[in-house]
């Protein structure tokens, strides 16, 4: 199979941080992508891992752990234009650019 | 340009119905992908082309039948829809096919399809 797991939903406040989890099976991994989907909106790209450790990107990082079938969006100084879904999307193509998407995680940022 | 275009943003057709969804990229992409999403769920991926080759068709239903008719342009042609089938149907594109950060899908807007 090829279960991607997140959090349903998450709900945090604004100047704060969050962190967003998504598990995955590790069999024929490939790579990682995190997108952003506002409600009605194209996904759209944020972070790319495909080697273990912390990849930064202003006040969005993303982390893997590849032994442990695992990710992490970080998202700091959390704005309200924030709220929307984030994607864990994994490649499993081998040679092929397969990605599929996990269930996505609804965040909220309240005032 | 780097924008994917679908056209048409709304769609509203009968089970007998046959219509198309058009999707255009000019950004030198050579794979192109139809992804569809139900409300509230993440997209599923249904076809990759290559080189405008089938590359990869995820045992989607007879009833959806894609064309890429050169590199810049990715068609799915609808035919015999059931209510089921209505959801948002998102194109994307990529520069090439081999996983890697270099080949990071852009994504349409959609196409919100509704099937009475």
């Known amino acids: 199979g090829q279960n991607i797991d997140q959090p349903t939903e998450m709900t945090a406040t604004e100047g704060a941080i969050v962190q967003i989890n998504c598990t995955y099976q590790?069999?024929?991994?490939?790579?990682l992508f995190w997108y952003q989907q506002h409600a009605g909106e194209a996904p759209t790209f944020l972070s790319y891992n495909v080697l273990d450790g912390l990849e930064e990107k202003g006040r969005f990082s993303s982390f893997l752990s590849r032994s442990k079938g695992y990710s992490y969006l970080l998202l700091k100084e959390l704005q309200m234009k924030d709220s929307a879904s984030y994607l864990c999307?994994?490649?499993?193509?081998?040679?092929?650019?397969?990605?599929?998407f996990g269930t996505g995680t609804l965040l909220a940022v309240q005032p | 340009d780097t924008e994917v275009t679908q056209t048409p943003k709304h769609l509203v057709m009968g089970m007998t119905n046959k219509k198309s969804l058009k999707c255009e990229q000019h950004m030198g992409h050579r794979a192109m992908y139809w992804y569809k999403q139900k409300a509230k769920k993440p997209p599923e991926l249904m076809f990759v082309y290559s080189y405008e080759k089938l590359s990869i068709n995820e045992s989607v239903p007879s009833r959806f039948s894609p064309e890429c008719p050169n590199s810049s342009l990715l068609n799915l042609h609808l035919h015999a829809l059931q209510p089921e089938d209505s959801a948002l149907y998102l194109c994307?594109?990529?520069?090439?096919?081999?996983?890697?950060?270099?080949?990071?899908?852009?994504f349409g807007a959609g196409s919100r399809l509704t099937v009475l």
């Open positions: 994307a594109s990529s520069l090439g096919l081999t996983p890697s950060g270099a080949n990071v899908l852009t």
């Open positions: 590790t069999s024929g991994f490939n790579g």
């Open positions: 999307a994994v490649n499993w193509g081998g040679a092929t650019n397969k990605l599929i």
